[in-house]
């Protein structure tokens, strides 16, 4: 008997493994693989043509350049800040296509969100550029209108690249506040207005509280989402938006200084990380709880 | 049946309607609630009783008519402003709070200050006999405790009149029974007025003072349980409240208060009219289960009743509630009549031949109507 069980475990061991494989494959070869060469790049420096030294000098070269600290530090703060933004627009939105739209009319809204998502990040910026360029749509329009007396530029502004932003994140925030809206009992509401509760009072103790897992979620994804992203500033912003991706991108590339890109690489992942647990801690949630709703 | 009298009324309903798109929830509703009174609102699903208890809450706004709650019109007043409480179907504790803090919201919107507001929710809790559940979550209550949460929750802020929207629904069928009579000692411990609805007929008639019954948006009949239990106003009472035995037929002869009823099968069954009976109208008699008698042979019956004869199709023990299910000789009608509580009878078999009658005043005849 021993025998046969051993046989039956050591058989649902393999299938578990078959399956897992797939998985397995990808999160070696493709994440940990690479981090690991980059990790080793990042600590090293050249010397000579071909000749390389363990150092931290790629991280000594961050930490004295004040270039490199003010784009860090930018990008953190424009993140954070397009990750409000977003939940303010997705919050009501995301209210609507749960709570108040019913069938047919909650599916449509949800598909107009989504719609935005069928061309590519780089067709939807350029539909930007072409809006808000100072021969574009918008500044013409408002030069028509006799609002402006000169069609104004008004693409690389920081209000442009957090508006690119916020629209390419919105999807993102939204999907995880409609499930966490879905899920509160109306009944739940109803007793707080029945209780004496007005809208303020429903919403803070009853609606954010319930949705709050939701709300993290949403806030993760489209934090490190417009952290890394690289096409939306440098299109938008251009020479000014100074985003971190684009030193990583100018070292990678432009300068082929791989240890260099790799050092910066590491210190992104670091502050997203970082970002992350303090928004945890901030919130009172747990990281579980959260990824099952994102 | 209920006061009439305004001054001792807390809940005044006047040809109250509501219409939704394609049909009529609450036709023309006039009724009023006396203070400190039980009062429930039985009716099947669908028949409106929720939308009636919704227009009464604020949830709803009627098409026409008027809600009185203790004197005050409450046309324009919204359902946060009502002096008026819900305990919800599914309660609808708050998940992400305490007990304490659960029972205490309402007094904090109304900005009753911090301790205070404690204090008030402890003292209700000790009330409901929560005393130390204070600092629980409302997942490690029993149903029991959630409901008595439920029912503070609301108390704690001295409404005029308590709704309660089916909340024994959810139990299970021990706790049910054990939730009847707590929250009758509630009620009478608080006084305050409670509207109940329910489509538990066995619920309305323990837990009220007075049940009105309703059917496609109307009452049927309003009254105390014993009178609809005893003397249905209508067809759908009779057969809606308590085990009933529904014989459909045509009058044969109408003497006096009392019809001649001929069943299927030319079977022959004396009760009593209610209303106005024409001979040869369709009718339909109603006999309570416990309102015949069962016995071997015609001997064992009271005597001056007429005798029918059946045989047992199906015997049902249920303790002092059991029943033998017959079918009648000559109509093959089958019936429930209830075995007697002494045991005489307890060793009935299936298929065994028996007789049994009744008393026709105890027998109702209505005249058939077209939807019963």
Redesign the interface.
Known sequence: MPDTTMTVNWRRRLVLALLLAPALLWLVGLIILPHVDLALLSFRERVAPREYVPSLAQYRTFFAEPLYWHVFVRTALLSALATALTLAVAFPIAWVIAKVARGRASALLFMVCLIPFWVSETVRTLGWMILLRESGVLPSLLTHLGITAQPVELLYHDATILVGLVYTSLLFMVVPLVGSFESL?N??I?????????GG?ILR??VI??AAPGITAGCIVVFMLTLGNYLTPTLLGGKNSQWFTEQLYTQFITRFNWEQGAALGFLLLGLSTAMVWLGLKLSGQRFSDVMRRA | MVPASPAAADLEVRALSKRFADHAAVRDLTFSVARGSFFSILGPSGCGKTTLLRMI?G?IRPDSGEITIGGRSMAAVA???RP???V???L?L????SVAQNVA??L???GVGKAERLRRAQAMLERVGLAGSGDKRTDELSGGQRQRVAIA??MV?EPTLLLLDEPLGALDLKLREHMKIELKQLQSAFGTTFVYITHDQSEALVLSDHVGVMNHGRFEQLGTPQELYFAPATSFVAGFVGANNRLTGSALAVAGDLVDVAAAGGWVIRARAHGTIVTGAPVAVYVRPEAATLARAATGLPQGQGVHAARIVSLLFDGANSVALLREASSGLELRIALPQTGALADLKMGERVCFSFDPERAICFAAEANA
């Open positions: 009992d009944e739940l109803e007793a707080a207005y029945d209780l004496g509760g007005k009072a103790e009853i509280p319930h | 809450a949830f359902p946060n402003k008026v409480n819900m919800f179907q599914h609808a708050f998940p992400m709070m919201f309402g904090a919107r109304r929750r609301s802020l």
